[in-house]
T-cell receptor, first 112, second 114 residues
C-alpha cells in the first residue's frame, strides 16, 4: 500500500525567511504532484514533476523530485503572507494510472 | 471556459437521507474521480471511473455509490449507510494517455449532516 508522508504538518514562519517542506513516499514512482489549497477552497495545481531530478520553480516556490530517495521537496524562498495555505503532495498509486494518493498536507502560515 | 463544475457548493442533510452530488466536466477527459476531505486532513479516494459505464471503488467506497452514464458526468450519491458523511467532497478529472497524469479539480461540495 502506498503511503505518502509530509512534514512538517504545520509551519509558522516569518516573512522573508526560507523553509523546506518534505514529501516522502513508500513505493516506486517517477511522478509527483504538488497542490495548494486555500481555506475552504479546492486544490490548485502547482507543480508536476515527471522524472528523477526534475526541478520546477514558480515565483518563491521551487519543487524537486528524487525518485531514488522517494523524496520531493518544496522550497519556499523569502516567504510572503500570500503563500499562507495548505500544500499537498500526491503520488500515483501505480505507474500507469492517475489515481493519486495524497499526503496529509502542510499548513503554512506566514506572519508579517 | 473548460472546467469542472460541482453542485451544490453547500448541502445540509438529515440523518437517514440519501443525497447526490453533481460533477460535470467539459474538458473531454476520460477519467473522473471523487475524493473526500475531512477537516485538517488530506484527500481520500472514494470512487474513480476511467471510461463511460465503468467505475472502480477507491479506498473508502463504503456508503457511497456512483454512475458514469455520460463522459462528462460522474455523480456521487452519499447514502444513509455512510456513517459519518460530513466532509468536503472534491471531484476531479484527467485525460487517459496524458503523460503528465495531472488531475484537475472542481470547486468542491461541502456536505453537513444535521
Amino acid at each position: 500500500e502506498l503511503k505518502v508522508e509530509q512534514n512538517p504538518l504545520f509551519l509558522s514562519m516569518q516573512e522573508g525567511k526560507n523553509y523546506t517542506i518534505y514529501c516522502n513516499y513508500s513505493t516506486t514512482s517517477d511522478r509527483l504532484y504538488w497542490y495548494r489549497q486555500d481555506p475552504g477552497k479546492s486544490l490548485e495545481s502547482l507543480f508536476v514533476l515527471l522524472s528523477n531530478g526534475a526541478v520546477k520553480q514558480e515565483g518563491r516556490l521551487m519543487a524537486s523530485l528524487d525518485t531514488k530517495a522517494r523524496l520531493s521537496t518544496l522550497h519556499i524562498t523569502a516567504a510572503v503572507h500570500d503563500l499562507s495555505a495548505t500544500y499537498f503532495c500526491a503520488v500515483p498509486e501505480n505507474p500507469a494510472g492517475n489515481m493519486l494518493t495524497f499526503g496529509g498536507g502542510t499548513r503554512l502560515m506566514v506572519k508579517p | 471556459d473548460g472546467g469542472i463544475t460541482q453542485s451544490p457548493k453547500y448541502l445540509f442533510r438529515k440523518e437517514g437521507q440519501n443525497v447526490t452530488l453533481s460533477c460535470e466536466q467539459n474538458l473531454n477527459h476520460d477519467a473522473m474521480y471523487w475524493y473526500r476531505q475531512d477537516p485538517g486532513q488530506g484527500l481520500r479516494l472514494i470512487y474513480y471511473s476511467q471510461i463511460v459505464n465503468d467505475f472502480q471503488k477507491g479506498d473508502i467506497a463504503e456508503g457511497y455509490s456512483v454512475s458514469r452514464e455520460k463522459k462528462e458526468s460522474f455523480p456521487l450519491t452519499v447514502t444513509s449507510a455512510q456513517k459519518n458523511p460530513t466532509a468536503f467532497y472534491l471531484c476531479a478529472s484527467s485525460q487517459r494517455g496524458d503523460l503528465t497524469g495531472e488531475l484537475f479539480f472542481g470547486e468542491g461540495s461541502r456536505l453537513t449532516v444535521l
